[in-house]
C-alpha cells in the first residue's frame, strides 16, 4: 500500500478536494453536502486515479532525467503490487527506470523474475529484447541475449529498437559490420535520439565505427550523440575531449 501514501498520491487526493469543494460550492449546496460530495469523491476516485497518475508520472521523471524518484515510485508500485499481472508489468517499469541509470545487473534482477510465457507476444518481445540489451552491456552470455534479441526482431521485424538491441549484441560479440548495419538501419528507420535513451544509439555507432577504424565517422557519431542529455552524451563528451585535434 506505499504507493498510496506518497507525493503523487497526496497530489490525487488533493485535487479531488479541490474538485469536490468547487463542484459543492458551484451547485449552491449546504456546508454538509460539500463535505459528503468531497469525500464521495476522494473515496470513489482516489484509487483509479492514483494508479493512472503515478503510471504517468513514472513515465514523465524518466524522460526528464529524475530517475531516483521515478526508481523510488516503480518500487513502491512494485513492492504494493499483489496481482501477478501487476507484479509482472511493475517489475518491468523498475527494469527500465535501472536500464536508464545503466544499472544493468538491477535491471537483470527484476527482468528474470518476470514469467515470459504468460505475457502477450509484444510484452514477451519487450522483456525478452530488453534482456538481451542488458546482457549484452554487462558482456555475459552473449549467445543467449543474441537469441533473445532475434526472437525479439522475429517477432516485431519493424521495430527499430530491438534491430538496436540486436545490434548491440552484434558488436559486444566483435561481429562489427552486422553491428553496424543493425544499428544504422535502426537510427534510420527511427530517428528519434531520445530513443532508448538519449544518445545511445549514436553513441553505440560511433564505438562500431571507431572499432572499424572508420575514425572521421565515430568523430561525426560522438558529436551527435554529445548534444544529448545523461550519460551518453557524457560519455561522448568525454571521449571527444581525449582525442586529438584534427
Known amino acids: 500500500m506505499g504507493r498510496f501514501f506518497n507525493r503523487e498520491a497526496a497530489l490525487v487526493a488533493g485535487g479531488l478536494l479541490v474538485a469536490g469543494v468547487a463542484i459543492g460550492l458551484l451547485a449552491g449546496l449546504k456546508p454538509w453536502l460539500v463535505a459528503v460530495v468531497t469525500v464521495g469523491l476522494v473515496a470513489l476516485l482516489h484509487w483509479p486515479l492514483t494508479l493512472a497518475f503515478q503510471s504517468w508520472m513514472l513515465e514523465v521523471y524518466t524522460e526528464h532525467g529524475r530517475l531516483q524518484r521515478a526508481l523510488d515510485l516503480a518500487l513502491q508500485i512494485r513492492d504494493s503490487a499483489t496481482l501477478r499481472r501487476e507484479r509482472h508489468k511493475a517489475y518491468v517499469d523498475v527494469a527500465f527506470v535501472h536500464l536508464a541509470r545503466g544499472d544493468y545487473e538491477h535491471a537483470l534482477q527484476n527482468l528474470s523474475k518476470v514469467i515470459v510465457s504468460s505475457l502477450k ?28 534479441a532475434q526472437r525479439s ?17 552484434r558488436f559486444k560479440e566483435g561481429r562489427l559490420a552486422e553491428a553496424q548495419e543493425l544499428v544504422s538501419k535502426s537510427l534510420e528507420t527511427e530517428p528519434d535520439p531520445k ?21 572521421d565517422a565515430a568523430r561525426a557519431s560522438l558529436e551527435k550523440a554529445r548534444g544529448a542529455r545523461g550519460r551518453f552524451g557524457e560519455l561522448a563528451a568525454k ?8
Not at 123 to 131: D, I, K, N, P, Y
Open 153 to 169: 526482431v522475429a517477432a516485431f521485424p519493424s521495430e527499430p529498437l530491438f534491430g538496436f538491441f540486436l545490434g548491440l549484441v
Open 195 to 215: 530513443l532508448p535513451h538519449p544518445g545511445e544509439r549514436t553513441y553505440v555507432l560511433a564505438q562500431v565505427q571507431s572499432a572499424l577504424g572508420e575514425r
Open 239 to 246: 571521449e571527444l575531449a581525449s582525442w586529438p585535434s584534427s
Open 121 to 148: 507476444p509484444a510484452t514477451r518481445a519487450v522483456v525478452e529484447g530488453s534482456t538481451a540489451y542488458a546482457l549484452a552491456w554487462l558482456e555475459r552470455d552473449l549467445s543467449r541475449a543474441d537469441e533473445l
